[in-house]
């Protein structure tokens, strides 16, 4: 009997080392099965600080963590560098650029992308934030801004390269515009000797009358009022019709000259789910059932950002906790498949919300629990350390923020690759 | 008198932000001239280290460190990112891609790059190792060719897949051929749990029939010994002849398949020194007086990697203490002409040499003094700590040494940009 199962070992394929892939399969690695997890990147991306890599407050190599170090000691895991393509649910295969493979199950957490919601010329000429690279992107091109803004005899250009626009009025967005206010008022400024500070401009845009619209109002006005007093430009109920790489038109008829639009407006689930036979719901994402099944296919899961999952009313929001939660049932429901055991429906437990605007500066939301200011801000630091050092064992991070909140340093400012 | 000098402040330009132009903007910037340092990068590089950037065992950002950060508390030292197309001495005029600036006095510290002595199929297929972008590529390139080989079922491939060629026995090819060796057989060993680690082979090629040529027979048999330990197959008295990106000739006919040689033996002044209109000797180096100065121009020095200087009978080897003693002449110098005073001829002072070859390994060669081992490597790491502190002025990088030491671990394994 032994025996039999071990040559019978159950294949379960994960698509995404995202904070939902990685999750399942660690859950998963305890027990008698194989694993297969495939990424396009060797690494796992810890995205909720993409937007410290962009404003030089971390490195690239600070919150990116490569696979096989997290699976070291799990031999039935195993990593393939690849991009899935397709998936036939009938034959169970995954097909990828470098080759096919055969899954008894497959969870489906690939994850999702920049949503433009149609806006070609902002695709085009806008940068998006959810992949390293983006980030790094973003970084380089701001620090060149300020290079070419030094010697630049031209008052009027020098103004459109010290303009930096953000876009959405979420989590990232706000931490964005703190970050970069902090980056360029506490840092940049004592480096540029002979520039004018005054000519720079920091603007957040959001399309409706509220940041962070998921807390409470008066954490909302407390965020207002940080980001204001940071210098950055709250701009409300606006919405952006066109950027053209160097004049952004809002709707109604405002133009504003700048090279730099960072777009944190929206998400939508991974183009994977587009080339796949299932069923859509709002930002592509695909429909699952209360055990994030497919509907139709009791062996293929579907987690984080790639799924559409009621709770209530509403679809749950594309964020990791989401995603963290839905890959700790999905194993416990592939062992209980596996077991012959019945299946356990997926409820979300809310964890709160929260969001940092700089140094000492956040607000958390968690339940009735409401704090801002310094309180918050060490909260959110520690679980956000927390979390890396899940990931990533070691207290790097750690000693960076402990020295950059001690002398205001950012000793990430190098332009690679110009 | 005070009016005076304040209006016509000698202006020192300084071509080139490595070792020897920031040092040489370091000792000048105290005193009551106006310093122009032009970089085509905004960062200092700590070259020496580049194979740890290439190994995966540092990131970018230890390494390299914006330069507007070293010099900003020196008001009369202004950064230009720029790259020097020319020069014209007799107007005195540093024409950039940027735009041009005049001087009082010039500073070419231009540096060094890889010098492939006219093997183009090198060139186009191998892989350089001077500047931080091509570090990056050399490890993501053998990062991604074990990815690559963990899943390919051709033999053949996979051997030459697996197969890692340095070229040139010098401190860079040592070093990298040790720093390789600990990756694979400490680190990657242990997560390619399905891969044959007796396919991978690490091959050192030296034209001549010494690896570090400079030090005493005694410490060159330990090198070689301690590579051949560590499973670098060291391959003296042996020239390439041709790289095609996959088969590498040698000279008599041996051909070995591999898809990675990087190239570590030679380097040549910077191209800039092609378009003055100087007297050039080997590796197209300026031909300096004993003041550093071009013979023609007393206002002209020309420093490091770009100059060939003679002491004794032989020219000066291109390495960073040599360009740092030459920085502190040329301050001194300008200083003098400055004030009219005498000039002072520039003498070199061996500072002794050193190498290492991985985890407690290294030799150390000063004057009468000579050792090896753990000694060794404690004196190598202490010497590139203080001299990277006096660039960075934090911890992080020997924390991370310290980790790595105590860990065997290697965190900067992460393929960015494929």
Redesign the interface.
């Known amino acids: 009997m032994q025996n039999e199962t071990a040559v019978k070992k159950p294949h379960v394929v994960i698509v995404g080392a995202g904070f939902g892939g990685i999750r399942t399969a660690r859950a998963l690695a305890k027990n008698d099965v194989k694993i297969t997890l495939i990424d396009?990147?060797?690494?796992h991306l810890f995205q909720p600080l993409l937007y410290q890599v962009a404003t030089a407050g971390l490195?690239?190599?600070d919150i990116?963590?490569?696979v096989?170090?997290i699976?070291?000691d799990q031999?039935n895991v195993?990593?393939?560098?690849a991009e899935v393509s397709n998936v036939d649910f009938e034959t169970k295969v995954v097909t990828m650029n470098?080759?096919q493979i055969s899954y008894d199950y497959l969870v489906v957490a690939a994850g999702g992308m920049t949503n433009y919601f149609g806006m070609a010329s902002m695709e085009k000429n806008g940068f998006g934030m959810k992949t390293?690279?983006e980030s790094?992107e973003i970084r380089n091109h701001v620090?060149?801004m300020f290079?070419l803004a030094?010697?630049e005899k031209d008052a009027d250009k020098r103004r459109a390269l010290l303009t930096f626009v953000i876009v959405g009025g979420g989590p990232t967005g706000v931490e964005s515009a703190g970050a970069l206010s902090e980056l360029i008022y506490h840092v940049m400024v004592?480096?540029?000797?002979?520039m004018n500070f005054k000519e720079v401009r920091i603007m957040l845009v959001e399309a409706s009358d509220k940041l962070l619209a998921t807390m409470p109002e008066e954490l909302r006005d407390i965020t207002v009022e940080t980001l204001i007093r940071k210098h950055v430009e709250v701009r409300m109920c606006v919405q952006v019709t066109e950027y053209d790489g160097e004049r952004m038109s809002l709707k109604g008829g405002e133009v504003i000259p700048t090279y730099t639009v960072i777009w944190a407006a929206g998400v939508k689930a991974n183009n994977l789910i587009d080339t796949l036979d299932v069923e859509q719901a709002s930002m592509r994402r695909a429909i699952v059932n209360e055990y994030l099944q497919l509907p139709t296919r009791p062996e293929v899961f579907i987690i984080g950002d790639a799924a559409h999952c009621m709770q209530g009313e509403r679809p749950l929001p594309m964020v990791a906790p989401v995603a963290m939660q839905q890959a700790d049932a999905t194993a416990k429901n592939i062992r209980n498949i596996i077991r012959g055991k019945e299946l356990k429906k997926f409820v979300y437990k809310e964890m709160g919300n929260m969001a940092t605007i700089g140094r000492n500066a956040a607000v958390v939301h968690m339940g009735k629990f409401k704090t801002h200011g310094f309180i918050a801000w060490a909260i959110w630091s520690f679980v956000h350390i927390l979390r890396l050092i899940d990931f990533?064992n070691?207290?790097?991070v750690f000693?960076?923020w402990m020295?950059d909140y001690l002398v205001y340093?950012r000793?990430?400012?190098?332009?690679?690759?110009?």
Request: net charge positive.
């Open positions: 396009k990147y060797n690494y490195s690239v190599d990116a963590y490569p096989r170090a699976f070291r031999k195993d990593f393939r560098l470098t080759g390293l690279d790094v620090l060149r290079e030094a010697h004592k480096e540029y000797h002979n990533r070691r207290a790097v000693v960076k020295w340093e000793v990430v400012r190098i332009i690679t690759r110009q």
